[in-house]
């Protein structure tokens, strides 16, 4: 274990407890000596945690604080670079970006120790098989549902006949293959799924549609998991 998996191990075992433990305690579930317990605690101490206590009095993490950036695991680091490898690969140029900016900035504040493990995981994400592509700029869709406005959209469906639909989106949803836009649907008085590869165009209205997307989002999965289930009781 490297010394800033330590360091984090220490940190998450001080926050379970609400009263003061005792070194000793410390030790033991941490694995280490008393005397390298100590020396963790003052670096901790040193680098901005917010521990009380001394040598026979016993040890407690004050609540508020904040975990540094600094303090990932191996397997954190881990899932952070292989979500944001397939951040980059799977979805539009402003995302990609902000994947590969996230890795930088975490860069910057891991220990030296860490840095090797960020820069050469080797979790891999391969090409997107099949990969359709957009008319439409992915970034406008995810502004428009993070604003909760209104778009009209011209469409294709599966049968390649056009339609104009006016379209409440409230969820962007990134497969291997496709990217779909959970939607209410006006037109249809019902929540539709729009495959972004079929959105020819897209006018935002300026104005925000009347429900709020969490309370649309949390409609749609009920509606989703009640087709679902009859899918299958009719199989």
């Not at 100590?38 to 609540?63: S, V």
């Not at 504040?109 to 008319?135: F, G, Q, R, T």
């Not at 300026?206 to 199989?235: F, M, S, V």
Request: with cysteine; proline share 6%; aromatic share 8%.
């Amino acid at each position: 274990m490297s010394r800033s998996e330590r360091l984090l191990e220490l940190i998450q075992t001080l926050r379970r407890y609400r009263r003061p433990v005792s070194g000793q305690t410390l030790a033991d579930e941490t694995n280490v000596s008393l005397r390298t317990l100590y020396r963790d605690i003052a670096t901790l101490q040193a680098q901005g945690a917010d521990i009380e206590g001394e040598p026979g009095m016993g040890y407690i993490l004050k609540p508020g604080f904040l975990l540094p950036p600094l303090m990932f695991s191996e397997d954190e680091i881990e899932a952070l670079v292989l979500g944001s490898r397939w951040v980059a690969s799977r979805t539009d140029s402003d995302l990609s970006r902000a994947a590969a900016n996230v890795l930088a900035k975490i860069a910057a504040v891991l220990p030296d120790d860490l840095k090797p493990k960020l820069e050469s995981s080797n979790l891999l994400v391969p090409p997107a098989w099949n990969d359709a592509k957009d008319v439409v700029d992915l970034s406008l869709v995810r502004k428009a549902i993070r604003n909760e406005h209104i778009v009209e959209i011209s469409y294709v469906d599966a049968a390649g006949a056009p339609t104009e639909r006016r379209i409440w989106p409230f969820a962007l949803g990134f497969y291997d293959r496709v990217r779909v836009v959970a939607a209410w649907c006006e037109m249809r008085e019902d929540f539709r799924n729009f495959r972004t590869d079929r959105i020819q165009s897209m006018e935002p209205q300026g104005k925000r549609y009347p429900r709020r997307k969490a309370e649309l989002l949390k409609a749609w999965r009920i509606a989703e998991d009640r087709h679902l289930q009859t899918n299958t009781d009719n199989n």
